[in-house]
């Protein structure tokens, strides 16, 4: 492919657009001249330029006259589709590619495409695109739609892969067989932007065959802070109506296409990223646009949303249907908000609505059998969320610059109660807090006094009046200050920020005093963020504006960013994983051991349960003299307060773990940690095994020798395991390549409580709650059921857990006879509908399980290990194994079948499951035999004394006298 091709004509010719761009045209056909592919042309296509452009491009061609030929239009276009029709026109390779004169290509991409044309006759080839952004100090890199390209695929029709269609657009990763647009009369659109949107659709709706190749081929150059003189990109000008009416015109012609050709399918899909991407990039320009802008706009979306599928409506996010849904309704009191959540995916923008058990965005609308389905945000889990937990909406409206030489401005906004959270009675402070907005920088926070905050209607009014020359900032790394307000709610914190509900910018300077000179800034004004929020920004006086550039530019500014840049970059190194695995190793690891140092941590950190919290309480009962340090991740809420907590992979707990006399936990602690000979590690573990573990699954067999090896020195740094069973031994212990000698066959230490529990109610004769039941609200006429699944997965990464029955035709059917506790999985979460609530309650929150499985009158679970627990409490137990065939033959695999030794009734559909629980007595009787052998199988070792015995070998030097 490298050779020189014959005097008839090149193999490919690139055909190169210009406008008013004649620093960057060069590099652009540098690129090409470049190629590694020889016999390739430029065709430069000048769009009557002003700049000298042309007289660029014509010296480029008296330099390679054999390679480069200029055309000029007669006069401009005013977009992309004429001189790209024009280089077709003039084109003589064999094939095409197109390149903007702000854009290279990469070296190898003619060689590349070419290679993968002529080898599969493919119409179009398409390869990996690059954005670039020039401008940024690091030339951040991002691939366009890189999934599309992870390897090479040919496809005989676009229908094959209709995501081609709808997310690569561009034109210019691409290149054509010129017979191909000749024949096919394939031209771009002219008098209309974005025109590559419709030439991509036609190339991919009469392409016979495409190639896709994972080869990088095109670098987009995006530059963030263009020039003043410098013209936006047509897709960067959304402020201009017509813009969107383009935009519009071409996903109307799209369609039109795709109908003529049969292409339903590619219409959906079209429609779903319509409402996802197309639509989403105009609806966030709205909040700063006026009356008359919206209105037009409105009457331009609303006509093409009506042609829009609903089905797509399901399958985009929910706030971007209902925004999609609002402005098709013309609705602007309501989408306004919601524009704000699409913006800022945590914020609740709406007050929201309750209706039939139900979460709705809006009052308005729900006699709309479609707008109810659309508006229905109860899988959102607002009502779930305590106050401290909410981002609330916070809209200014009211701003007032200082009057005269003073620094004093006015502000006043409305905070939205989704669902009266704030209740009328609650006691409300608020201040409001400026801080830098440079990240990793932990500058001084202002912070002044908020007049009054008080209810009114459905929301929170406030008012204040900060004095901004109280702002001190450095003056040249903290150039801009955002705003939030901090409310206290009887004692409940929350945060919000200050969202400029209208189009700005606000008036009126500051004066302030930067700390390290008045010349890099002698006043901050008001701005409005990208997000929609108040900011101030550091500005000049104009007299200083000239000596400002100076300091900025000059050596002494450099110096300091310079510092600065070294200083954010050290602290970034201090933080990292690496550095910290380094100092455990070669830093505390040095330190001396402490003798009665013990390290408690329960499932990574995140809960305050299992047999670290029963040995723990058991050396505390026995008033033994030790030092505990208990790990947590995320909130310390709910652990010991009579043990110094340590956040997990924080420095003191790396350092706690390097000096400890014993590590005590239920799962691992940090895989390269390496245990010191002198530390004496427990592994408790979290559960008998159901399902394949370690060396048993197919993911660990197929690992490498060496990350095997890797893993098994993980496992060899437990000194104990603990054992509740010889099943155990047989699959766990296996499993992990355990010594004999590591293995503790005293049972699990947080099963103490429900061995001793089961034998309380067989001397007594009777059953008695605790405060548990009070605590969750349990009526004494109900009976308690229990769900707790196994962990889910989906797509490699933990999710919210759908339940798979009907909540509430479950509460419906039972709630008169049981109230069900659902505990998803630690690493899952479940949203309830309030229609459930008092009849159904999530309890996945609560640290400990033990408490729950001695609290509940049955259980349902599926393939949890929480069944080797329950059954020695010998009750009910009922296994929803719905999708078991999948979980199975596609998953781990399991250790036996439970549809065989299963204590309890195994059902796979949710009528199955009401059947058989109807009555909890029947089935206690019923499989009694079989649960009183499952017990004795898998919990031998449990006799209630576990947690004892482990202090005892253990702890028992440290009794006091």
């Known amino acids: 492919m490298d050779q020189c091709r014959a005097p008839a004509g090149p193999a490919v010719s690139v055909v190169v657009i210009?406008?008013?761009?004649?620093?960057?045209?060069?590099?652009?056909?540098?690129?090409?001249?470049?190629?590694?592919?020889?016999?390739?042309?430029?065709?430069?296509?000048?769009?009557?330029?002003?700049?000298?452009?042309?007289?660029t491009a014509r010296l480029l061609a008296a330099q390679h006259p054999d390679r480069v030929r200029v055309f000029r239009l007669p006069e401009n276009s005013g977009g992309c589709g004429a001189p790209r029709n024009r280089g077709i026109a003039e084109a003589r390779g064999d094939y095409v590619l197109f390149l903007d004169s702000d854009d290279v290509l990469e070296r190898n991409a003619c060689r590349n495409m070419l290679e993968a044309a002529e080898t599969t006759g493919a119409d179009l080839v398409s390869g990996l695109c690059v954005r670039v952004h020039v401008d940024s100090r690091t030339r951040k890199q991002v691939k366009w739609y890189p999934w599309l390209y992870e390897r090479t695929r040919t496809l005989e029709s676009i229908t094959e892969l209709p995501d081609l269609m709808v997310f690569d657009t561009l034109s210019t990763n691409k290149c054509y067989r010129r017979r191909f647009l000749l024949d096919e009369r394939l031209e771009f659109p002219v008098g209309i932007h974005y025109e590559d949107l419709l030439f991509s659709a036609q190339a991919y709706a009469a392409a016979r065959r495409i190639t896709l190749i994972p080869n990088r081929v095109y670098e987009w150059r995006v530059v963030e802070k263009p020039a003043e003189t410098a013209a936006r990109s047509i897709s960067n000008r959304r402020d201009e109506i017509a813009n969107f009416a383009h935009r519009m015109?071409?996903?109307?012609?799209?369609?039109?296409?795709?109908?003529?050709?049969?292409?339903?399918?590619?219409?959906?899909?079209?429609?779903?990223?319509?409402?996802?991407?197309?639509?989403?990039?105009?609806?966030?320009?709205?909040?700063?646009?006026?009356?008359?802008y919206r209105r037009e706009f409105a009457g331009i979306a609303r006509q093409y949303l009506e042609s829009i599928d609903r089905a797509a409506f399901d399958e985009a996010e929910p706030i971007h249907a209902i925004c999609a849904y609002l402005l098709r309704m013309g609705d602007w009191d309501n989408l306004l908000p919601a524009v704000d959540t699409l913006t800022n995916r945590?914020?609740?923008?709406?007050?929201?609505?309750e209706r039939d058990g139900r979460v709705y965005w809006c009052a308005e609308h729900l006699g709309d059998p479609f707008g109810r389905h659309v508006l229905d945000v109860t899988e959102f889990g607002y009502h779930t969320r305590p106050v401290e937990r909410m981002f609330l909406r916070n809209a200014l409206t009211h701003y007032e610059g200082p009057r005269g030489a003073g620094g004093t401005v006015r502000l006043a906004g409305r905070i939205v109660n989704p669902l009266g959270v704030v209740p009328p009675g609650a006691r409300l402070t608020a201040e409001l807090e400026f801080y830098a907005r440079r990240a990793g920088v932990r500058f001084q926070t202002f912070r002044f006094p908020v007049a009054s905050v008080r209810h009114e209607g459905e929301s929170l009014l406030w008012e204040a009046a900060p004095d901004l020359t109280a702002l001190r900032p450095l003056g040249l790394v903290d150039a801009v200050w955002d705003v939030r307000l901090r409310l206290d709610v009887d004692g409940a914190r929350t945060s919000t920020r200050l969202t400029a509900a209208g189009p700005g910018p606000f008036a009126g300077r500051v004066p302030v005093r930067p700390r390290l000179t008045r010349l890099v800034a002698d006043r901050i004004e008001p701005v409005i963020s990208s997000r929609g929020h108040l900011a101030f920004r550091l500005v000049p006086d104009k007299k200083a504006n000239e000596l400002l550039q100076r300091q900025v530019h000059g050596k002494v500014a450099r110096l300091a960013k310079s510092r600065y840049r070294k200083a954010k970059s050290l602290r970034k190194r201090l933080t990292s994983g690496d550095t910290k695995i380094r100092l455990y190793h070669e830093v505390f690891s040095r330190l001396p051991v402490r003798k009665g140092l013990v390290v408690f941590e329960s499932h990574?950190?995140?809960?305050?349960?299992?047999?670290?919290?029963?040995?723990?309480?058991?050396?505390?009962?026995?008033?033994?003299?030790?030092?505990?340090?208990?790990?947590?991740?995320?909130?310390?809420?709910?652990?010991?307060?009579?043990?110094?907590?340590?956040?997990?992979?924080?420095?003191?707990?790396?350092?706690?773990?390097?000096?400890?006399?014993?590590?005590?936990?239920?799962?691992?602690?940090?895989?390269?940690?390496?245990?010191?000979?002198?530390?004496?590690?427990?592994?408790?573990?979290?559960?008998?095994?159901?399902?394949?573990?370690?060396?048993?699954?197919?993911?660990?067999?197929?690992?490498?020798?060496?990350?095997?090896?890797?893993?098994?020195?993980?496992?060899?740094?437990?000194?104990?395991?603990?054992?509740?069973?010889?099943?155990?031994?047989?699959?766990?212990?296996?499993?992990?390549?355990?010594?004999?000698?590591?293995?503790?066959?005293?049972?699990?230490?947080?099963?103490?409580?429900l061995v001793r529990t089961r034998e309380r109610e067989e001397v007594s004769g009777r059953r008695v709650r605790g405060p548990l039941a009070a605590e969750l609200g349990i009526p004494d006429d109900r009976q308690v059921l229990l769900y707790a699944p196994t962990f889910r997965q989906h797509g490699g990464a933990p999710r919210r857990f759908e339940l798979p029955f009907d909540v509430e035709c479950f509460a419906d059917t039972f709630g008169d006879r049981y109230v069900l506790l659902v505990r998803s999985h630690y690493l899952n979460h479940v949203v309830l509908p309030p229609s459930v609530r008092g009849r159904v309650v999530d309890v996945t929150a609560h640290h400990d399980m033990t408490p729950l499985l001695a609290l509940a009158d049955g259980l349902i679970t599926d393939y949890s290990s929480v069944m080797f627990d329950y059954a020695l409490l010998d009750r009910p137990m009922f296994f929803f194994a719905?999708?078991?065939?999948?979980?199975?033959?596609?998953?781990?695999?399991?250790?036996?079948?439970?549809?065989?030794?299963a204590p309890g009734p195994v059902v796979r559909t949710e009528d199955e499951l009401h059947a058989v629980l109807g009555s909890l007595e029947e089935q206690t009787v019923k499989y009694a035999a079989a649960r009183e052998r499952f017990t004795a199988e898998f919990g031998e070792y449990d006799k209630g004394t576990s947690a004892r015995s482990v202090v005892d070998q253990f702890f028992a030097q440290w009794r006091r006298a």
């Open 18 to 55: 210009v406008y008013n761009d004649a620093d960057r045209l060069p590099t652009a056909v540098r690129s090409v001249l470049d190629q590694t592919l020889h016999g390739v042309e430029v065709v430069i296509v000048d769009d009557r330029s002003t700049d000298g452009s042309y007289e």
């Open 249 to 292: 015109e071409i996903h109307r012609r799209v369609d039109r296409l795709l109908a003529e050709r049969g292409m339903l399918e590619l219409k959906f899909a079209k429609d779903v990223k319509f409402l996802k991407h197309d639509l989403v990039l105009h609806l966030r320009e709205l909040p700063a646009r006026d009356a008359p």
């Open 346 to 353: 945590d914020k609740i923008s709406s007050s929201l609505v």
């Open 604 to 753: 990574l950190g995140r809960q305050y349960s299992d047999s670290p919290k029963a040995v723990y309480e058991e050396m505390r009962r026995q008033d033994l003299r030790f030092e505990a340090v208990w790990s947590y991740a995320g909130s310390p809420d709910g652990f010991p307060a009579d043990a110094t907590l340590v956040r997990r992979w924080s420095l003191p707990y790396l350092k706690a773990l390097a000096q400890a006399e014993f590590w005590v936990d239920n799962q691992s602690y940090p895989l390269k940690l390496t245990k010191r000979p002198e530390t004496t590690y427990i592994q408790t573990w979290h559960g008998s095994a159901l399902k394949r573990m370690g060396f048993d699954e197919p993911g660990w067999k197929l690992k490498s020798r060496a990350q095997q090896e890797v893993q098994q020195r993980v496992l060899d740094r437990f000194d104990r395991f603990l054992i509740r069973s010889e099943h155990d031994v047989r699959t766990l212990a296996r499993a992990f390549r355990l010594q004999e000698r590591t293995l503790l066959r005293v049972g699990y230490p947080r099963n103490d409580e």
């Open 882 to 901: 719905y999708d078991y065939d999948e979980y199975v033959n596609e998953g781990r695999g399991t250790y036996f079948d439970l549809m065989e030794r």
